[in-house]
């Protein structure tokens, strides 16, 4: 079964800190990846998409290594309106080509 | 731009009651149309997607279904809800390109 697969946390972090978490997935054929947030009691957004050089919107970059099948978030100067659950997204295997993780629980603490 | 609308934002049901719970999409057409569920603490569940009218693609069987009657008007269904039933429901939408998808507000629905 193709999966994605993600520590669930949580991350507890204090503010201004620098936080990173892996995504892993076990399809090699996967071409397309994002990493989507999710506040509680809410629809996840899009938060971006990840390429193979690398994207960075801000205090946001993610990483794709496909050797070792991974996408990483790395969120810098953190505050306390980041924190929520992040979830990641390989396209390319399950119904549809989506397969979602199960999500990282991120704190981030005063 | 494009835009998706879902609702009821919640719900309260009472086992063995119907349901309908609908989506429309603005500002695209021929979209991708997908149902999720998100149970409580848990990860998100494809239930059914669509790739053109008429067109419903199942991933879970159970007591749900789906419809897809015009090019950008999703539906989700049941004669007889089950207190299982309960859960985050989320449409989204997405391209026929490699594009992420796009969710709904989602409806909170509570089986009684």
């Known amino acids: 079964r193709k999966e994605v697969e993600q520590d669930p946390g949580p991350f507890n972090v204090p503010e201004g800190a620098t936080v990173a978490f892996n995504c892993t997935y076990s399809?090699?054929?996967?071409?397309?990846f994002f990493w989507y947030r999710q506040d509680c009691r809410k629809e996840p957004k899009l938060l971006m998409s990840?390429?193979?050089s690398g994207n960075e919107d801000g205090r946001f970059t993610a990483q794709l290594n496909r050797a070792s099948q991974y996408i990483s978030l790395l969120i810098r100067d953190s505050k306390l309106s980041d924190s929520a659950t992040y979830l990641c997204?390989?396209?390319?295997?399950?119904?549809?080509?989506?397969?979602f993780g199960k999500g990282t629980h991120l704190i981030i603490q005063p | 731009s494009q835009t998706i609308h879902q609702w009821p934002a919640t719900l309260v049901q009472p086992v063995g009651s119907p349901l309908s719970l609908e989506c429309t999409v603005e500002?695209?057409?021929?979209?991708?149309l997908y149902w999720y569920r998100q149970a409580a603490g848990r990860g998100l569940q494809l239930l059914f997607y669509?790739?053109?009218?008429?067109?419903i693609s199942s991933e879970v069987p159970q007591n749900l279904s789906a419809s897809r009657p015009q090019d950008r008007q999703f539906i989700l269904s049941s004669k007889k809800l089950l207190l299982s039933d309960s859960g985050f429901y989320l449409c989204?939408?997405?391209?026929?390109?490699?594009?992420?998808?796009?969710f709904g507000n989602g409806t909170r629905l509570t089986v009684t």
């Open positions: 990840v390429y193979s």
């Open positions: 989204a939408w997405r391209d026929r390109r490699n594009s992420p998808l796009h």
């Open positions: 997204v390989a396209k390319g295997g399950g119904a549809d080509g989506l397969t």
């Open positions: 669509s790739v053109g009218i008429g067109q």
């Open positions: 399809n090699s054929a996967s071409q397309s």
């Open positions: 500002g695209t057409s021929n979209p991708n």
